[in-house]
């Protein structure tokens, strides 16, 4: 067969996607999980009664450990389906991301299974994480001055 003609109907069967439904439901989704982050930090500091930046780590904690649970029990990837990167671009996508290799290489082991191949989906976003803040780091260092 033609790759044009090949290609023709490949576009013809492909799903179309909704580019604006789509950013409105994870702008939506996102600002959900600011919220529930606000309220999360506001709990932990009137119920602990510690000062809010001390709640915002006890709150990141939960955000995470809400993440890795429902990526254990299969929740995550069916609500990512629907949200889209309202939930992958917070912490819960990058819990998520390192929970999902662990799951899927813990038939290998401690050391060469999870320990290995943990990072293996989040090790670029550590890497290219660490390389942004270093190059702003430096612009802010040239445009501010020392």
Known sequence: ????????????????EN???????????????????EVLMELYSYFLNIPVKEA?????????????????????DKFVHFCKCGLIIPITGFAHAMQSAALEYR??????????????LAGSVI???????YVFGLLRLILMGA
């Open 127 to 133: 890497v290219f994480g660490v390389f942004s803040a």
């Open 56 to 76: 915002s780590v006890f709150m990141i904690v939960t955000l995470i450990f809400i993440g890795c649970l429902f990526t254990c029990l299969g929740f995550f």
């Open 19 to 37: 580019r604006l439904y789509n950013a409105l439901v994870a702008f939506v989704v996102g600002g959900l999980m600011g919220v529930l982050g």
């Open 107 to 120: 038939k290998e082991g401690l050391v060469l299974g999870i320990g290995a191949n943990i990072f293996k």
């Open 1 to 16: 067969m033609e790759k044009r003609k090949y290609q023709s109907i490949v576009n013809k069967y492909t799903p179309k």
